[in-house]
């Protein structure tokens, strides 16, 4: 019964895609801020992307042009589309969702990209 569940990561080469998704196991996610974090071996937790519950979005510089961030409300779903994928990118992924000042995680998922 874990909030969020996040899925789709995995090992690609270097220019690849991946594309995440992030369920939410209750209804009253669909109205909430989310986002996608990463964090790489040694270093912090870092925000890629987020969406509002009104759906506008917001994007790590080192990711935008590549990144896009969406969700299905009606599937209490966010997705990451990522494109043209980097070495750098490796790292395990969150998805969080806000509540009330309160952060929700996933249990993350691994995307390695070889160069």
């Known amino acids: 019964q874990v909030p969020l569940v996040e899925s789709g990561g995995g090992l690609v080469q270097a220019g690849g895609s991946l594309r995440l998704s992030c369920a939410a196991s209750k209804s009253f996610f669909s109205i909430l801020p989310m986002g996608w974090y990463r964090q790489a071996p040694g270093k912090q937790r870092e925000l890629v992307a987020r969406i509002s519950g009104g759906g506008s979005t917001d994007y790590a510089d080192s990711v935008k042009g590549r990144f896009t961030i969406s969700r299905d409300n009606a599937k209490y779903t966010v997705y990451l589309q990522m494109n043209s994928l980097k070495p750098e990118d490796t790292a395990v992924y969150y998805c969080?969702?806000?509540?009330?000042?309160?952060?929700?995680w996933g249990q993350g998922t691994q995307v390695t990209v070889s160069s």
């Open positions: 969080n969702a806000k509540l009330s000042g309160f952060d929700y």
